[in-house]
Every structure is written in C-alpha cells, then in structure tokens.
C-alpha cells in the first residue's frame, strides 16, 4: 500500500537525528574510571541513602546506593538474635562502603564517630569532596538482583582500587557468584513498579531494597 500522508516524511535542520541518552557501564572491570558526586538524601518513602555516581573513561555511568539498614520494629523491641543481625547488616554495610572511601583517600581518614546513618553518610561526601572528577579508580561492576548494574554487595572480595595500581597487580576479580548477566525479563516488570514508587532518586540510582529485620 502507498501511503500519501502531507508531511510525513518531511525533515529539517532542527530534527534530532542523534539521541545524547545516559548510557550505562555493562557488568565486568572498568579502569579510568572517576567519581562524579556522592549524596545523602532520603528517599520519598522516607528512606535514607547514600549514593555514589561514577563515570568511566567513555562517558558511561554507573550509580551505587546504600540504604539506612532498619528493623521492622523499634530496635529495643528485637531479640537479641535480631539484634545481633542488625549489627552485622550496618558492620558489612560500613565495610563496603570503606572499601569505597578508601580506594579515593587514606584509610587514616575512614576514622571517625558517628552515632547515626545520617552522621555517617554526611562524613563520607565531605572526605569524598576532593575526589570527585580527581582520582582515578577500578571497579567491578555487576547485576543486582533488580537486574541494575552497580558495585557488589559484599565487602571481603575486592571490587573497587586505586589506578595507581598496576593491572598485572589488581586484587580484583571476577568470581563464581558475580551477577554479570540479566536475569529473568520478567523481573523488569518488578524493577519499574519500585522505580515508579522513588521517583524523587536519581534516574542513574538503583531502586530501593528491601533491608528489614527481622527476615
């Protein structure tokens, strides 16, 4: 059939004929790679987080969140088993962000008090401030289980060093329990029914986890 539309194929000087949309580091080891910005917010469901924002040498991005850990019910109500977990979900928690910090400035520096996440969150943008656009990193970046690249989730494997490092030196790897392709389509849907519900978070940040207590 010959379609014989006014104007349909009519074109200008003004027409976008390249699309400048963000686009994103894939799963794998990344070098020259440099911190953008980092931020404490709080999310619209009243979530607290700490964010990072990277971008490597060829303009792609990747975001990494940490949300406030947070039992169900008030702290004083859980059981000692409970308790114990919290103390270890906000201790890997400091850890992974630690391995974050100190890839930019000196583990002399991630030595501080603070008696919320808040304090803690609003200490790392200040030792972060002169880092960002300025030193150069390596990362590993892989799939959460919200199928968004980002950083691991655990802290005793290396995912994240200095360039200054020489590559035939790197301690990081890929292993066995790395997520370095989507997972099921089906658990997209899911993805945009929490984006949808946080808005008010970055386009580049992941969606909010879950991270209750108890389990």
Do not use: C
């Amino acid at each position: 059939m010959n379609l014989n539309i006014p104007n349909l194929y009519s074109v200008s000087k003004d027409m976008e004929v390249v699309s400048d949309a963000a686009s994103y580091m894939n799963a794998g080891i990344h070098e020259n790679v440099v911190l953008t910005k980092v931020e404490y917010n709080i999310s619209k469901n009243g979530n607290e987080f700490l964010a990072f924002y990277f971008n490597d040498e060829y303009g792609d991005s990747l975001s990494h969140t940490e949300y406030a850990p947070k039992p169900r019910v008030p702290f004083e109500e859980l059981d000692s088993k409970d308790k114990e977990a919290f103390y270890n979900r906000v201790n890997n928690q400091r850890k992974r962000i630690g391995q974050i910090v100190t890839s930019f400035i000196s583990k002399d520096l991630y030595d501080f008090t603070s008696n919320s996440f808040k304090e803690f969150a609003e200490t790392i943008v200040k030792l972060l401030q002169s880092s960002i656009n300025n030193t150069k990193v390596r990362i590993k970046v892989v799939y959460n289980n919200k199928n968004f690249t980002t950083l691991p989730s655990y802290w005793k494997h290396r995912f994240i060093e200095n360039m200054n490092i020489p590559k035939e030196e790197s301690r990081i790897k890929l292993l066995d329990i790395d997520t370095l392709t989507k997972t099921k389509p089906n658990i997209i849907s899911k993805v945009n029914e929490v984006l949808d519900t946080e808005d008010d978070l970055d386009p580049l940040s992941v969606p909010e986890m879950k991270d209750e207590i108890p389990f």
